[in-house]
């Protein structure tokens, strides 16, 4: 069951990533799919894994320390919980990637890696966004200065 759910949830989430790298500009793609549909319905499966699977957490399972997270992942459902958990959020976090960079003028393929970064890496490829924004905007700024002079 868990390798079903595994496969199904990443599958899912990749055709919400096919489609911000293949369809940026295609805004039900971005907004609704990308950014709503799928990572809600990841969150759905999330949050029946930790209801069904809590009861089995150990009882130094938590969140205050890396040992209580650790002991709370020895339970295999919520494990995989913790997986989807990140396929919800990255998939999120690129939905935003790629509007915002519509919104600051940054070019696609300039995004693209970003994506990849933060879909195999999450706040690596929100970083590395970031300073492509940033770059772009003082390549912009120099340019502007440059033709005003």
Known sequence: MYETIFAATGAL???GWAGLVLA???QWVVRVAARLVIP???AVVYVSLMLSHL???PAEGGFGSRAAVSALF???GLLLAGWIHYLAFDLFVGSWEVEDAQQHGVPHWLVVPCLAATLMAGPAG???YL???LGTRAL???ASDTAAA
């Open 13 to 15: 989430a990749m055709v």
């Open 24 to 26: 940026p500009r295609v």
């Open 40 to 42: 809600t319905l990841i």
């Open 55 to 57: 009861d089995q957490a």
């Open 74 to 76: 020895s339970v295999q």
């Open 126 to 128: 929100l970083a590395l």
């Open 131 to 133: 300073l492509v924004r």
């Open 140 to 142: 912009r700024n120099r």
